[in-house]
């Protein structure tokens, strides 16, 4: 069972950036696939960007060109890098994983996953 801590969140302005970390720990990280989500209040849990083990990636309309995913296995670790924030991306940021055989397999679904970290907010605002 692997377990995931994301961090680097914060306050940031319109326009500025942020690069979030997930380590993950407790299980062979380069077998699983990655997500992130994010959500806010009130609001469902939604797709952010997801990174196949090979590290092939996809994203939701909404941060496509803005946002770019990426992991490192030697540091069993998952990034997301923000540019260009806005305060529609405010929210809590989760990663989650899911095992699978599959080098080039990924999911934008959240029933997808297995395992999910405890979150990191991000507030965009001036």
């Known amino acids: 069972q692997v377990q995931l801590v994301e961090s680097g969140g914060g306050l940031v302005q319109p326009g500025g950036s942020l690069r979030l970390s997930c380590a993950a720990s407790g299980g062979t990280f380069h077998r699983y696939f990655m997500g992130w989500f994010r959500q806010t209040p009130g609001k469902e849990r939604e797709f952010v960007a997801t990174?196949?083990?090979?590290?092939?990636?996809y994203y939701a309309d909404s941060v496509k060109g803005r946002f770019t995913g990426s992991r490192d296995n030697a540091k069993n670790t998952v990034y997301l890098q923000m540019n260009s924030l806005k305060p529609e991306d405010t929210a809590v940021y989760y990663c989650?994983?899911?095992?699978?055989?599959?080098?080039?397999?990924?999911?934008?679904?959240?029933?997808?996953?297995?395992?999910w970290g405890q979150g990191t907010r991000v507030t965009v605002s001036s």
């Open positions: 990174i196949s083990r090979s590290g092939s990636t």
């Open positions: 989650a994983a899911k095992q699978t055989y599959d080098d080039s397999y990924y999911s934008s679904g959240r029933y997808a996953y297995d395992y």
